[in-house]
């Protein structure tokens, strides 16, 4: 149930009242996103800090050793991730290492620094879904030049090669022809390869759905001239009603991920049976929004909250 009714609403935000929330947002970029999950948040009688990953930093003066803007050398109740922000190696291993640290101080991430590594490497992700029987699309991960030419001469083309930490449909290629793959420097030497789906007819279609533990939030189409239907590569949203097994799915590829929550793809093989292709642990969705009623901030702000008050429950249990 989406729809809530005011007493319900005023009756959780008394609830969250008192709780402290570190709001993580992306660096460089638009805060559409964040806006509105602040607002939710604080609607709901939250206090809500928003500040970046890259302004936080591990200090020896401070008793609990992390230093989060805003907090004077406390720990928040808990952190709402929106972006870790880009970087370089070192800046991202820093970053995640202040969400492992976090965690393990006892402050509720969400989504958590091991759910975010599982679903920014598209490998890990693959490989987890499809430990959890999750259908996925034939998916061989490897390194070097050599190797992946050996598999694309030993498998069906075409190959879609994905960047894998990629996103947005940056950086896909189809691989008619074993001289299409890229040179080493160009795919930093990992070869994603997946198995190329076709569509069903003269449109590409492919769903996202918006879904925490405990429930699927939202969904949508996106359909395209083009095999890539991101809408940041000009694909279009579309309405879309999530049907059972698609909701099954998502919800189970969440688990697999161990995410608190997550935008998860779809595409339908030939033979009608649906495959997971990604799970983004920092979904956007300003597309999705546009062809729904429902208020996606909000939705996920109430699991988000009901999460972090049943992390509390089981902290003033145990102290
Ligand atoms: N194996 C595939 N076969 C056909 N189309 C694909 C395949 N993989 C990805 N696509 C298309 O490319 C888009 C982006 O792929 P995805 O794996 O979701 O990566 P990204 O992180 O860039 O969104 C998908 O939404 C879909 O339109
Ligand atoms: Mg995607």
Same mark, same amino acid.
């Given at each position: 149930?989406?729809?809530?009714?005011?007493?319900?609403?005023?009756?959780?935000?008394?609830?969250?009242?008192?709780?402290?929330?570190?709001?993580? $947002?992306?660096?460089?970029?638009?805060?559409?996103?964040?806006?509105? $999950?602040?607002?939710?948040?604080?609607?709901?009688?939250?206090?809500?800090?928003?500040?970046?990953?890259?302004?936080?930093?591990?200090?020896?003066?401070?008793?609990?050793?992390?230093?989060?803007? +805003?907090?004077?050398?406390? /720990?928040?109740?808990?952190?709402?991730?929106?972006? !870790?922000?880009?970087?370089?190696?070192?800046?991202?291993?820093?970053?995640?290492?202040?969400?492992?640290?976090?965690?393990?101080?006892?402050?509720?991430?969400?989504?958590?620094?091991?759910?975010?590594?599982?679903?920014?490497?598209?490998?890990?992700?693959?490989?987890?879904?499809?430990?959890?029987? !999750?259908?996925?699309?034939?998916?061989?991960?490897?390194?070097?030049?050599?190797?992946?030419?050996?598999?694309?001469?030993?498998?069906?083309?075409? /190959?879609?090669?994905?960047?894998?930490? +990629?996103?947005?449909?940056?950086?896909? /290629?189809? !691989?008619?022809?074993?001289?299409? /793959?890229?040179?080493?420097?160009?795919?930093? %030497?990992?070869?994603?390869?997946?198995?190329?789906?076709?569509?069903?007819?003269?449109?590409?279609?492919?769903?996202?759905?918006?879904?925490?533990?405990?429930?699927?939030?939202?969904?949508?189409?996106?359909?395209?001239?083009?095999?890539?239907? %991101?809408?940041?590569?000009?694909?279009?949203?579309?309405?879309?009603?999530?049907?059972?097994?698609?909701?099954?799915?998502?919800?189970?590829?969440?688990?697999?991920?161990?995410?608190?929550?997550?935008?998860?793809?779809? !595409?339908?093989?030939?033979?009608?049976?649906?495959?997971?292709?990604?799970? %983004?642990?920092?979904?956007?969705?300003?597309?999705?929004?546009?062809?729904?009623?429902?208020?996606?901030?909000?939705?996920?702000?109430?699991?988000?909250?009901?999460?972090?008050?049943?992390?509390?429950?089981?902290?003033?249990?145990?102290?």
């Amino acid at each position: 149930m989406l729809q809530r009714s005011s007493t319900q609403a005023s009756a959780e935000a008394a609830s969250a009242g008192g709780l402290r929330i570190a709001l993580f $947002l992306e660096e460089e970029s638009g805060n559409w996103h964040v806006r509105r $999950l602040a607002e939710a948040m604080r609607r709901r009688g939250a206090s809500v800090v928003v500040t970046s990953l890259p302004r936080c930093a591990f200090d020896t003066a401070l008793a609990n050793g992390i230093d989060i803007p +805003g907090f004077d050398g406390q /720990l928040p109740d808990a952190v709402f991730v929106r972006s !870790i922000s880009a970087g370089t190696l070192e800046q991202i291993t820093f970053r995640l290492g202040i969400l492992h640290a976090l965690r393990s101080s006892g402050v509720r991430v969400w989504n958590d620094a091991r759910a975010i590594e599982r679903c920014v490497d598209k490998s890990m992700t693959t490989f987890l879904l499809h430990q959890a029987g !999750i259908p996925t699309p034939r998916t061989r991960t490897i390194e070097g030049h050599e190797p992946a030419v050996q598999h694309a001469r030993t498998t069906k083309l075409p /190959l879609i090669f994905k960047p894998l930490f +990629g996103s947005q449909g940056k950086g896909l /290629l189809r !691989i008619d022809a074993v001289s299409d /793959l890229p040179e080493p420097e160009a795919a930093d %030497n990992i070869y994603h390869l997946q198995d190329y789906v076709p569509p069903a007819g003269a449109t590409f279609e492919d769903w996202r759905v918006i879904v925490t533990r405990d429930r699927v939030v939202a969904a949508m189409a996106r359909r395209a001239g083009n095999w890539i239907t %991101n809408v940041h590569q000009g694909g279009t949203p579309a309405p879309f009603e999530t049907p059972p097994e698609m909701a099954a799915l998502a919800k189970a590829s969440i688990a697999a991920v161990d995410a608190d929550y997550g935008g998860v793809d779809f !595409i339908r093989a030939p033979d009608g049976g649906l495959l997971v292709l990604e799970v %983004n642990s920092n979904p956007s969705w300003r597309g999705l929004q546009s062809v729904t009623d429902i208020d996606i901030a909000d939705a996920v702000v109430e699991d988000f909250l009901s999460a972090v008050r049943a992390h509390q429950g089981v902290r003033s249990c145990q102290a």
